[in-house]
């Protein structure tokens, strides 16, 4: 039972545009959601992250807004930029210790 | 500050064999969580170990077992390997007192069951 979801499992962008990733959610115990960017070989890195009271959270070209009626988070990037290609993935936790439920990721091309 | 470390970087056992990872934490993390990644499936929770205790523990069968030490070390060990359990496993620290903190991951164990 998957219980973050991200339907796209890939998306390509042209530098310069916005590139926005999108992911679903299903247990209403979530309370923090999270953004991780992952290049291959390496291990996954925190980019930004929003807490449930929030609707919208910024840091520079990275925005991530959440839809609690309908369970829906997005991360936007703007502008895009080709060193930003990677995988990224989202992620919610609830109340509690730090047991973290990913999505499968999606995979991003900035095209030059 | 190190980052997250994790040994083997890859490895390559057999079916029915048992293998050990490591992991070792940021300085003054006393939080460790372990992850296996597999494709179509992302990330998934095995189990985190908070001043050597288990806290938390995902839907994973008891072949995959794991310790802390008191240098806040973590090691994840499965037994009887079957070739499903060919993975990325990955580790992440951090300090474990709030469940919103940050967790820093190591860049992973690759593991190939043949």
């Known amino acids: 039972d998957q219980q973050v979801k991200q339907n796209s499992p890939s998306l390509s962008v042209q530098e310069g545009r916005i590139s926005i990733l999108n992911c679903d959610y299903t247990n209403s115990m979530f309370d923090y959601f999270l953004w991780y960017k992952k290049y291959p070989a390496e291990g996954p890195t925190f980019l930004i992250s929003i807490s449930s009271i929030k609707d919208k959270n910024e840091d520079g070209r990275f925005t991530v807004f959440l839809n609690k009626s309908a369970k829906h988070l997005s991360l936007h990037i703007v502008p895009s930029q080709p060193g930003d290609s990677a995988v990224y993935f989202c992620?919610?936790?609830?109340?509690?210790?730090?047991?973290?439920?990913f999505g499968t990721g999606t995979k991003l091309q900035v095209i030059p | 500050k190190a980052g997250v470390t994790q040994t083997p970087r890859y490895l390559i056992k057999t079916r029915g064999q048992q293998v050990t990872l490591s992991c070792s934490p940021i300085s003054g993390h006393r939080s460790v969580s372990w992850y296996q990644q597999t494709p179509g499936q992302g990330l998934q929770f095995l189990f985190e170990?908070?001043?050597?205790?288990?806290?938390n523990k995902g839907n994973f069968p008891g072949r995959f077992s794991g310790r802390q030490f008191s240098n806040s070390r973590s090691e994840m060990n499965v037994s009887t390997l079957e070739l499903g359990d060919s993975a990325l496993y990955l580790c992440?620290?951090?300090?474990?007192?709030?469940?919103?903190?940050?967790?820093?991951f190591g860049p992973g164990t690759r593991l190939l069951v043949l």
């Open positions: 992620a919610a936790l609830s109340g509690g210790y730090q047991k973290v439920t």
């Open positions: 170990y908070f001043s050597e205790t288990q806290r």
């Open positions: 992440a620290s951090s300090g474990g007192r709030t469940y919103q903190e940050t967790q820093y």
